[in-house]
Structures are given as structure tokens and as C-alpha cells.
């Protein structure tokens, strides 16, 4: 919000900060999509931005802040469906995961974040920030399909999340098979399916 | 196998270079592990091991060719079980599976490997050879399984690879959680289950 007056050439130097964090953000993604995160650098940034290193330093602390910030605005956000059953939430979290892993350009970025995760505690904890937003959807419809009785006590939000992206994962960074509709029903059939029958047996 | 006299010389030098290949692919696997894919260079495989870039090009004829004989000597060669029942079979994979998930170096390996292959044409073929590899056996346990009525015809090979190996890559390299006991069990009660429920109801 802007104040009167006075403000107006401060109001234009924000502005002008904006739009060169924004071109500093744009151009860290690009890079990161073209060269995985081995070609993200501070120099190329600059280079490719305009935006010298000082300005971009005096913005992002390190690497992995910057690259933090431009996963973040440029990444997914994922939809909570409510369709009031489990199997049909799913089915929706699903399609949108498969939909994202065959176009988005996270899909192309994440495995190599994944790989520097491996060596870098703070890459791993941009890794963590970024998985952690990604699996929020399932913990809320897994906990909302528990209060109506579709999902047994010993089933976790984790372990649905991991019988519906690990097979998608799989297939798009694993096997690189194509994700086809009938594999994505079978999976969510599968995971409702494992759930649902904990219920009745297990209650 | 040797023959006898004047061969002696000659076989001397054989086992000279079959030393320095094995230096060579040990060292090659190293970096890999250490800094990933981006970190191997002909240089520093040469510099690390004293056999010369010369040598190595006469055996590799490229980066990518070192590296998957790399992988492919050091790597993960699966068994296959034969337990009698295809949750049986399926319990002693998945139970492989998350044994070397948890320790081996291919684990901390692979994702390198899978980020290089989303732009690297000749790095995805050595990727597509190492997960062929790796996931061979569930072609032979779904087979077999089918030929005792406990998998229907809907449900290929490759949904039960997925099934499987899905969860608990999913666990090691998204999640980042511990692969322990009774996820990988219920991951194998949920795979051998959903592929008997589809025997029981499609046939």
C-alpha cells in the first residue's frame, strides 16, 4: 500500500526493485529448467538478468534462497478438491499430479533438485519446503475421508500419498512411460481401494 | 583361459589392462557417487586413477559409455524369488528393494542419473538400460503369477512394477522418510491385493 504524495518516487524505486527481483526469478527458473541446478549460478543470473550481483546478493543471502524463491512463485500450487468421497478426491489430486507430470515445467526441474538434495543439507531443505507443499492435498482430504469412515486407523496420509505419486513419480521420472488415463485410474482404484478395505477389515 | 608358453607376456598385459579398466570404472563410480554426473569428467577419471585420457578413450569411446559400464559392473543385479505365491514373490522384491534403497550407493546415484536423462538423449539411454535391469524380475514374478490365476488380465506387469517400486523410490527420494518394515509390508498387501481383487472380480 502507498502512502501520498512524498511517496511517489519511492513508490517508482519499489516498483523498479519488483520488477528486477521478478526478472531475477524468471531468468533462476529458466536456467534451472534448461540446465538443471549444476547451471544455476549467481554470475549467469546476473548475466542473463542484467541485474548486477550485488543487488541480486542484497535480495537473496545465497544459492539456495534464490532458488527457493523462484521454485516457489513460478512451482505449483495444488488445488484441494472436496467432492465428498475419498475415491473422488483422489481422482481429482491424481489427475491434476498426472496432468502437471506430463506438461509442467517442474516436472523437467525436480529431479534435479531430488539429485542435489542427496549431497546439500540446504538444498535438501529446499527439496523438503517444495515436497512439502506439493503432498499437503492428501493429508487434508486423507483426514477429512476419515471422519467419514472411509479410511482405517493404521492408514496414514503419508502412505496415501505414497500409493498415489509414487506410481505417477515412477512412471514420469523411472520408467518414462507416457501417463495414460487408464494407469491413473488404476492407481487411484488401487490406493482408495487398499484404504477402504483396511476399514472394513480393520475396524 | 591362458595357453601355454610364449602367451605368457601377452597375458601379462591383458591382466595390466584389465587392472586399469577396473581402476578406471571403481573411480568413475566414486565421482559418481560423490558429485554426481555433473562431477564426471574423462580429466578427473584420469587424474584420479593415473591411466591415461588415451587409455580410457581407446576403451570408452564416450562419457556416457564409461559411465554405464560404470554402473552396470558396481551396480544392483536383482534376484529373482520363486516363493510359490505371487505375494510371496512380490514380498521378497520389495524386501530387496528397500534393503538397497536404504544402504546401496546406486540409491544416492540414481537420481543424478535420471536428471541427466531428462536432457541428455545418450545419459536417458543409460538410464532406460539400468531401469530395465533393475526392474526385470517383476516381468518374470507377474508371469508366473498369472499362469496360477493370481493376477487378471487387466493388470500388466508393469502396474505391479509400479505398484512396488513406485512407494518406496517415492519414500527414499521425495518424502525423504525412513523405508521401514510395515510401510513396505502394507505397500506388498496393497500390490498383491489390488492384483488379486481384479483376478477375483474381472475373470
Redesign the interface.
Known amino acids: 500500500m502507498t502512502r501520498s504524495g512524498a511517496d511517489t518516487s519511492g513508490s517508482k524505486a519499489d516498483k523498479r526493485v519488483q520488477r528486477s527481483k521478478a526478472v531475477v526469478l524468471a531468468q533462476t527458473y529458466e536456467l534451472l529448467s534448461?540446465?538443471?541446478i549444476?547451471g544455476v549460478s549467481i554470475d549467469e543470473v546476473s548475466r542473463r538478468s542484467g541485474v548486477s550481483k550485488t543487488t541480486i546478493y542484497r535480495h537473496w543471502p545465497s544459492r539456495a534462497a534464490l532458488l527457493l524463491e523462484a521454485c516457489s512463485t513460478i512451482g505449483v500450487t495444488p488445488q484441494v478438491p472436496d467432492t465428498g468421497s475419498f475415491a473422488g478426491d483422489l481422482s481429482v489430486l491424481a489427475a491434476q499430479f498426472a496432468d502437471e507430470l506430463r506438461s509442467a515445467r517442474w516436472a523437467?526441474v525436480l529431479?534435479?533438485i531430488?539429485?542435489?538434495?542427496?549431497?546439500d543439507p540446504e538444498l535438501?531443505q529446499l527439496?523438503?519446503v517444495l515436497?512439502a507443499r506439493l503432498?499437503s492435498p492428501f493429508a487434508v482430504v486423507t483426514e477429512r475421508a476419515r471422519g467419514r469412515g472411509e479410511v482405517a486407523p493404521?492408514?496414514e496420509a503419508?502412505?496415501v500419498?505414497?500409493?498415489i505419486?509414487?506410481?505417477?513419480?515412477?512412471?514420469r521420472?523411472?520408467?518414462?512411460?507416457h501417463i495414460d488415463e487408464p494407469?491413473v485410474r488404476?492407481?487411484v482404484?488401487?490406493?482408495a481401494?487398499?484404504a477402504h478395505?483396511l476399514a472394513v477389515d480393520g475396524q
Open positions: 534448461e540446465a538443471g549444476g523437467a529431479p534435479s531430488i539429485d542435489a538434495a542427496e549431497r535438501a527439496h523438503a515436497h503432498m493404521g492408514r503419508a502412505d500419498a505414497a500409493s505419486a509414487g506410481p505417477l513419480f515412477y512412471r521420472w523411472f520408467s518414462r512411460e494407469f488404476r492407481v482404484e488401487d490406493s481401494g487398499a478395505g
